[in-house]
């Protein structure tokens, strides 16, 4: 073993450390980077805002049986024209015989 040996082994270490800082510095993410992420971020307090805001399941649940109970008495309502309109037509009808 040279005394330059151990040089190269040093001097390879450091261009294995060299190479591996160079890879750490390519993937690590610049101040503005991390300012800009910050920016696009919602705060704790825009979440619970918009936690607040929604509406739960069981709310969701209870407007839709709330709109299905309307829908049916819609639907009844037109029943009930549509046998109004009938007797209507009937006693044109008769009438118009007459």
Request: charged share 30%; glycine share 2%; no cysteine.
């Amino acid at each position: 073993m040279s005394i330059s040996e151990p040089w190269h082994l040093i001097l390879d270490k450091l261009e294995i450390m060299q190479q591996e800082m160079a890879e750490m510095k390519a993937n690590m993410a610049t101040k503005q980077e991390l300012e800009d992420i910050k920016a696009n971020m919602a705060t704790k307090q825009e979440l619970e805002d918009m936690k607040a805001n929604m509406a739960t399941k069981a709310e969701l649940n209870e407007i839709k049986a709330d709109m299905a109970k309307g829908f049916a008495a819609v639907h009844q309502a037109i029943r009930e024209i549509d046998v109004i309109v009938k007797r209507l037509e009937q006693n044109q009808e008769q009438q118009m015989q007459l």
